[in-house]
């Protein structure tokens, strides 16, 4: 039986706390008035050029009419008499000013109405941390549990060894799933003035003649309503959770069997499963990754999810794993097994890889506005991120994983995992922050601390789950092939 570490349950919790208080300082500190928003812009480098354009433009709309007066003026001059060109350069002159007026009341208005449009962005900043490492976080949980189902359907011989480990980490999906929904209701029913998150979910946005109405989401609202998009989230994070329960404890309960029916039962239920997840991890991905940008869509957006949490659930195995074995424990499993792990992170990240290239590529190539849109943001200012993804998440691994000694040998694997899980950490970074946080974006005490109090929250209820039961199972059909496994 594994033994929960005195000093690692000591440091997960104290990840927690420190993690606690860090969000609710990122809330804190978040502007409250669209005063303190104005002070910000006005200092922002990158903001003080775009009102240094605004207003160079600005002077042009006003110059632009005094010089056709002028012109206007001499052609007069040469036509009429003396009274009469007195009566015509004394009407533009009015003209100009009402012009003048007109364009500072207009310049005033964009400037109200960016101050509040970076407002809404800089209070959504703590509330997209937080949904970003809480989400993270499940679906890597998700994520095991999937690839544990793949392994009960495929009857894999290399893997019942593991099979404890993984269900050790999908303890974390009943807790995270709990924490998730609570962050959905409270998103949805705008129980915050400050949270913002789906401009879908905006006041009046599918209604005709409000001033926020937009047609393109209004076509949208059979879909994108809250009353129907929270249902589909219980839906979801219920079935996930009731296969997780079953499963595990149909995995028990063979221990104790005389024969293999629970171990068969455990197959149909894991083929059905896979069935529902499929489905759902796509509905799942519009649901609450997608639908942040609305306007946009992508066919391949579904899988693109499932490939960057289903490599970092693997990787998360391969260190659990990894740790476990430093400490005396799992002595059934080899360097074959971790092998296996090692090309599966291998073999994804270049899955991942493709999924990118290709709805990049598709998209960009295709040049068509409401789609490029997604990508023009995302490049102009996300630049280092964006970028930055595929480089921890496909150049890395190539080059560190590509060699097959390397597969085998712990420090390499976890080096490699750690750039793994936090390049693909970016990548939901990529896909969440652009939407509701803009170009206002910085990795700050919000998104750390969110990081480290999920981070404590994970370890302390992985590590937990994984003391209550034996960590090698004992009828499994498949045991024995998986104890001698080599390769």
Same mark, same amino acid.
Request: aromatic share 16%.
């Given at each position: 039986?594994?033994?929960?570490?005195?000093?690692?349950? %000591?440091?997960?919790?104290?990840?927690? +706390?420190?993690?606690?208080?860090?969000?609710? =300082?990122?809330?804190?500190?978040?502007?409250?008035?669209?005063?303190?928003?104005?002070?910000?812009?006005?200092?922002?480098?990158?903001?003080?050029? $775009?009102?240094?354009?605004?207003?160079?433009?600005?002077?042009?709309?006003?110059? *632009?009419?005094?010089?056709?007066?002028?012109?206007?003026?001499?052609?007069?001059?040469?036509?009429?008499?003396?009274? &009469?060109?007195?009566?015509?350069?004394?009407?533009?002159?009015?003209?100009?000013? !009402?012009? #003048?007026? &007109?364009?500072?009341?207009?310049? @005033?208005?964009?400037?109200?109405?960016?101050?509040?449009?970076?407002?809404?962005?800089?209070?959504?900043?703590?509330?997209?941390?937080?949904?970003?490492?809480?989400?993270?976080?499940?679906?890597?949980?998700?994520?095991?549990? /999937?690839?544990?189902?793949?392994?009960?359907?495929?009857?894999?011989?290399?893997?019942?060894?593991?099979?404890?480990? *993984?269900?050790?980490?999908?303890?974390?999906?009943?807790?995270?799933?709990?924490?998730?929904?609570?962050?959905?209701?409270? #998103?949805?029913?705008?129980?915050?003035?400050?949270?913002?998150?789906?401009?879908?979910?905006?006041?009046?946005?599918?209604?005709?003649?409000?001033?926020?109405? &937009?047609?393109?989401?209004?076509?949208?609202?059979?879909?994108?309503?809250? /009353?129907?998009?929270?249902?589909? @989230?219980?839906?979801?994070?219920?079935?996930?959770?009731? =296969?997780? =329960?079953?499963?595990?404890?149909?995995?028990?309960?063979?221990?104790?069997? @005389?024969?293999? %029916?629970?171990?068969?039962?455990?197959?149909?239920?894991?083929?059905?499963?896979?069935?529902?997840?499929? !489905?759902?991890?796509?509905?799942?991905?519009?649901?609450?990754?997608?639908?942040?940008?609305?306007?946009?869509?992508?066919?391949?957006?579904?899988?693109?999810?499932?490939?960057?949490?289903?490599?970092?659930?693997?990787? %998360?195995?391969?260190? !659990? #794993?990894?740790?476990?074995?430093?400490?005396?424990?799992?002595?059934?499993?080899? $360097?074959?097994?971790?092998? &296996?792990?090692?090309?599966?992170?291998?073999?994804?990240?270049?899955?991942?890889?493709?999924?990118?290239?290709?709805?990049?590529?598709?998209?960009?190539?295709?040049?068509?506005?409401?789609?490029? %849109?997604?990508?023009? *943001?995302?490049?102009?200012?996300?630049?280092?991120?964006?970028?930055?993804?595929?480089?921890?998440?496909?150049?890395?691994?190539?080059? !560190?994983?590509?060699?097959?000694?390397?597969?085998?040998?712990?420090?390499? +694997?976890?080096?490699?995992?750690?750039?793994?899980?936090?390049?693909?950490?970016?990548?939901?970074?990529?896909?969440? *922050?652009?939407?509701?946080?803009?170009?206002?974006?910085?990795?700050?005490?919000?998104?750390?601390?969110?990081?480290?109090?999920?981070?404590?929250?994970?370890?302390?209820?992985?590590?937990?789950?994984? #003391?209550?039961?034996?960590?090698?199972?004992?009828?499994?059909?498949?045991?024995?092939?998986?104890?001698?496994?080599?390769?």
């Amino acid at each position: 039986m594994y033994t929960f570490s005195k000093k690692l349950k %000591t440091t997960a919790l104290i990840l927690m +706390i420190l993690g606690l208080v860090g969000i609710v =300082y990122g809330f804190l500190s978040a502007p409250k008035t669209i005063e303190e928003v104005e002070k910000i812009v006005a200092e922002s480098h990158h903001e003080g050029h $775009s009102i240094e354009a605004t207003n160079h433009d600005a002077h042009k709309v006003v110059t *632009m009419p005094s010089e056709e007066i002028k012109t206007a003026e001499v052609k007069k001059d040469s036509a009429t008499s003396t009274t &009469d060109s007195v009566k015509v350069t004394a009407a533009p002159v009015i003209e100009k000013k !009402v012009s #003048t007026k &007109d364009t500072k009341d207009e310049e @005033a208005k964009e400037k109200k109405e960016h101050a509040e449009h970076v407002f809404h962005q800089l209070q959504n900043k703590p509330w997209s941390a937080l949904y970003l490492a809480c989400i993270f976080f499940m679906l890597i949980s998700l994520g095991v549990l /999937a690839f544990y189902a793949i392994q009960q359907v495929a009857q894999a011989g290399w893997s019942p060894v593991l099979f404890r480990v *993984m269900q050790g980490i999908t303890a974390y999906l009943p807790v995270g799933s709990v924490l998730f929904f609570i962050l959905l209701v409270v #998103t949805g029913t705008h129980m915050f003035e400050s949270n913002n998150l789906f401009a879908w979910m905006a006041k009046g946005i599918t209604q005709k003649g409000s001033p926020n109405y &937009d047609a393109m989401i209004a076509g949208k609202s059979g879909y994108l309503n809250f /009353a129907f998009w929270i249902s589909r @989230a219980a839906i979801f994070l219920l079935g996930w959770n009731l =296969y997780r =329960y079953i499963s595990r404890k149909n995995c028990l309960s063979q221990d104790e069997a @005389a024969d293999n %029916t629970f171990y068969k039962k455990n197959f149909k239920l894991s083929a059905a499963f896979l069935v529902f997840f499929i !489905v759902s991890e796509s509905i799942m991905s519009w649901d609450w990754l997608m639908s942040f940008d609305p306007h946009w869509f992508s066919t391949l957006f579904g899988w693109y999810v499932f490939a960057s949490f289903f490599v970092s659930a693997i990787t %998360t195995i391969s260190m !659990v #794993t990894l740790y476990l074995k430093s400490k005396g424990y799992l002595e059934n499993v080899n $360097s074959s097994h971790i092998h &296996d792990l090692s090309k599966f992170m291998f073999g994804f990240s270049v899955f991942w890889t493709y999924l990118w290239f290709s709805q990049f590529m598709l998209i960009w190539y295709a040049n068509i506005p409401e789609e490029v %849109t997604y990508f023009k *943001m995302r490049i102009e200012f996300y630049n280092l991120p964006f970028f930055g993804a595929v480089i921890m998440n496909f150049v890395f691994p190539i080059l !560190v994983l590509i060699n097959t000694d390397f597969k085998r040998i712990a420090p390499i +694997i976890v080096g490699a995992g750690v750039v793994i899980l936090f390049g693909h950490y970016i990548d939901f970074f990529n896909m969440i *922050m652009p939407a509701t946080v803009g170009e206002h974006w910085f990795i700050g005490v919000s998104e750390i601390s969110s990081v480290l109090f999920f981070l404590g929250l994970f370890i302390y209820v992985v590590f937990t789950a994984l #003391t209550k039961v034996p960590l090698t199972p004992k009828r499994n059909p498949f045991i024995e092939e998986s104890k001698h496994f080599h390769y």
